[in-house]
């Protein structure tokens, strides 16, 4: 079954810097990668996605990541932090018709 | 486009009492719909599977009898938490998908919460 990991509970940036928030995956096929971000008592929405293509894949807001085969990985970054960046990230596989999440990433972006 | 909705946003219900969560997909045909369970600072944790028209496949370890799943329809999803009990607290989140050219995408709506008292 496929699974994703995201190995930082938090990251903590100063406002103008830019932001990685890191994520590894593991799935037997081709991976479908996906990133979403959470704020407080809401949903997810919706960030970017790798399907397949350009291994760097620009999303909303100013959010990029990059598809490394060899390493297994799907980093979200953004040039230049802002304070309302602040929220929970989560980096999900999808596999057939079964999508799982990594256990989420807490960004936290200080003016 | 590609919208879910879902309702209510927060609900409160006694220890005892059952609870009804819905899920619609505003401008798409869901021919799959997800639950999910969030807990405070966690993960989402998919809790079922449900084609239109067929029996939802859970998870394993989510009680079948207490967190029932219905599908009847392209457009509707029902979760209901049976005899609801504190431990049942949580953010419950649905999110749909449809059959076609992108059918890796799943829509998520934005979550109810429910606390049990």
């Known amino acids: 079954a496929q699974s994703v990991a995201q190995p930082e509970d938090q990251v903590n940036v100063a406002e103008g810097n830019p932001l990685t928030v890191k994520c590894t995956y593991s799935?037997?096929?081709?991976?479908?990668l996906f990133w979403y971000v959470q704020y407080p008592n809401r949903g997810l929405q919706f960030l970017l996605k790798?399907?397949?293509?350009?291994?760097l894949v620009k999303g909303s807001y100013g959010f990029e990541a990059e598809f490394n085969k060899s390493q297994t990985s799907f980093h979200l970054k953004k040039p230049s932090a802002l304070v309302s960046d602040s929220a929970l990230y989560f980096c999900?596989?999808?596999?057939?018709?079964?999508?799982?999440f990594g256990a989420g990433t807490r960004l936290t972006v200080k003016p | 486009g590609a919208v879910v909705s879902q309702h209510p946003s927060r609900v409160i219900c006694k220890s005892g009492t059952s609870v009804k969560i819905e899920c619609r997909s505003l401008?798409?045909?869901?021919?799959?719909m997800f639950w999910y369970r969030q807990f405070p600072k966690q993960s989402l944790m998919l809790m079922a599977t449900?084609?239109?028209?067929?029996?939802?496949?859970?998870e394993q370890g989510v009680e079948k009898d207490k967190f029932l799943i219905n599908h009847a329809s392209l457009t509707l999803s029902t979760l209901t938490v049976t005899s609801a009990h504190p431990e049942d607290s949580s953010f419950y989140i649905c999110?749909?998908?449809?059959?076609?050219?992108?059918?890796?995408?799943?829509?998520f709506g934005p979550g109810t919460r429910l606390t049990v008292t």
């Open positions: 401008d798409f045909q869901a021919t799959t």
């Open positions: 790798y399907i397949t293509g350009d291994n």
């Open positions: 799935v037997s096929g081709n991976p479908y």
């Open positions: 999900a596989v999808r596999e057939y018709n079964d999508m799982r």
């Open positions: 999110s749909a998908s449809y059959r076609g050219p992108r059918t890796y995408e799943q829509y």
């Open positions: 449900s084609n239109e028209g067929s029996k939802a496949t859970y």
